[in-house]
C-alpha cells in the first residue's frame, strides 16, 4: 500500500529558511573573525625574524624577552592592532554608506570623504607644520565637515537623494584631489616625501599613542552602528518602505552618515587614507555572506583582514617594503573598473 508524505506547510518551509540563512551568517562571521586572529597572530610571530607562539605569548603578557620584547611589543603588535581596527572601521564606514545609499560605489573614499581628510593633512603638513597629533585632529575635522557639506549640498526638499548625494561627493572628491595637488606642487622634497607617505596609507610607526583615538572610537561607534542594522537594512528596500516600516528616514540617514564617518575619520587620522579597503569590503563581504543579512559586520571583519593581509605582503613579499595602502590601490582600482563595466552592461546607473 503506498503512502503520500504529507507536504511541508508555509510556515515549516518559512523556518527552515529563516534556520538555514541564521546558520550561514553565523559560519561566514565566525570563519571570517577566525581568520583575522589566524592573521594578526601570525604577522605577530613571522617577519625577518621568527619568534615561537611562547615568546610571543610572554611579550604580551609583559615578559621581557631578548629580540622580541622590542620586535613584537614595540613594532608588531602596535601596528597589528592599527592595521586591525583601520581595516574593521573602513570595512563598517563602507558598507554603511554601500547599504545606505543602494550603490557598490558609494564608499568614502569614492564620494570624497577620504579626499578632506587628505586635502586637511597635506595642509597641515606642507602649509602650516603640525605636529602628528595635530594633522591627525586635523583630517579627522575635515572629514566630518566634508561629509556634513556632502550632506547639506545633496539635500533638497524631502530629503537626500542618493543618486545627487554620489554625484556630488565624486564632484568635491575631484576638487579636494586638485587642492592636493596645488599644495604638492610647491612643497620642498623632504616635506613631500612626508606628506606622500600619509597620503598613500601605512603603518609604519604606528603606537599605541596614535591608536588610542581610534580604539575609543570603535569602542564607542561600532555598536551604535550594529544597534542600527535593522533600520539600515530597511533602508535598502528605499526610503518609502523603510518610513511604511515605521524607520525614521532622515534621522537614521543623519546618524548613520555621523557615526560611518566618523569611524573612517579616526582610521584616517591614525594610518592615512589607506586606498579602497571601505570601497571593496562591502561588496566582497556581501558575496561571501550572499543574501543572508546586513553585510555590514562582515564588512568589517574583512576589511580587518585585507588590511592586515595587505600589509604583511608589502612588507615581506616584494624584496623591498611599501607602504600597505599601495597593495590595496592595486586590488581597488580594477575592481573599480570591474564594477563599472557591470553597471553600463546591466544598464545601472550612478
Request: net charge positive; hydrophobic share 55%; charged share 10%.
Amino acid at each position: 500500500m503506498t503512502t503520500l508524505t504529507e507536504a511541508p506547510s508555509t510556515i515549516e518551509v518559512v523556518t527552515t529558511g529563516r534556520a538555514r540563512r541564521a546558520r550561514r551568517r553565523w559560519l561566514v562571521h565566525v570563519g571570517l573573525a577566525l581568520a583575522v586572529l589566524a592573521v594578526f597572530w601570525l604577522s605577530l610571530m613571522l617577519g625577518r625574524t621568527y619568534y615561537p607562539a611562547s615568546d610571543v605569548i610572554a611579550v604580551i603578557l609583559g615578559g621581557d624577552v631578548d629580540g622580541a620584547s622590542f620586535t613584537v611589543g614595540t613594532l608588531r603588535l602596535p601596528r597589528a592592532v592599527t592595521g586591525l581596527l583601520v581595516g574593521f572601521a573602513f570595512g563598517l564606514a563602507g558598507a554603511t554608506f554601500q547599504t545606505m545609499l543602494r550603490n557598490p560605489l558609494a564608499s568614502p573614499d569614492v564620494i570624497g570623504i577620504s579626499s578632506g581628510a587628505s586635502a586637511a593633512a597635506v595642509i597641515g603638513i606642507l602649509v602650516l607644520n603640525l605636529s602628528p597629533t595635530a594633522v591627525s585632529a586635523m583630517a579627522t575635522a575635515a572629514a566630518l565637515v566634508t561629509a556634513f557639506a556632502i550632506y547639506l549640498l545633496s539635500y533638497k526638499q524631502g530629503g537626500v537623494a542618493n543618486t545627487r548625494l554620489i554625484l556630488i561627493g565624486i564632484g568635491i572628491a575631484a576638487m579636494l584631489s586638485s587642492v592636493v595637488s596645488y599644495v604638492l606642487s610647491g612643497a620642498a622634497a623632504w616635506d613631500m616625501q612626508v606628506a606622500m607617505r600619509w597620503l598613500t596609507g601605512n603603518l609604519n610607526g604606528a603606537t599605541y599613542e596614535r591608536t588610542l583615538p581610534l580604539v575609543i572610537a570603535v569602542v564607542l561607534l561600532a555598536p551604535v552602528l550594529l544597534w542600527l542594522l535593522r533600520d539600515l537594512e530597511a533602508m535598502r528596500l528605499g526610503d518609502q518602505t523603510a518610513a511604511a516600516l515605521g524607520v525614521p528616514v532622515e534621522r537614521t540617514r543623519v546618524l548613520l552618515i555621523v557615526v560611518a564617518v566618523a569611524l573612517m575619520a579616526f582610521a584616517t587620522a591614525a594610518a592615512g587614507p589607506i586606498a579602497f579597503v571601505a570601497f571593496l569590503s562591502g561588496p566582497i563581504a556581501a558575496r561571501i555572506l550572499g543574501p543572508v543579512g546586513s553585510p555590514v559586520l562582515a564588512s568589517g571583519l574583512f576589511g580587518a583582514l585585507l588590511v592586515l593581509v595587505a600589509d604583511f605582503f608589502a612588507q615581506y613579499a616584494l624584496g623591498t617594503r611599501f607602504p600597505v595602502g599601495v597593495i590595496t590601490g592595486a586590488l581597488g582600482a580594477p575592481f573599480l573598473v570591474y564594477l563599472l563595466v557591470r553597471s553600463n552592461r546591466s544598464g545601472g546607473s550612478l
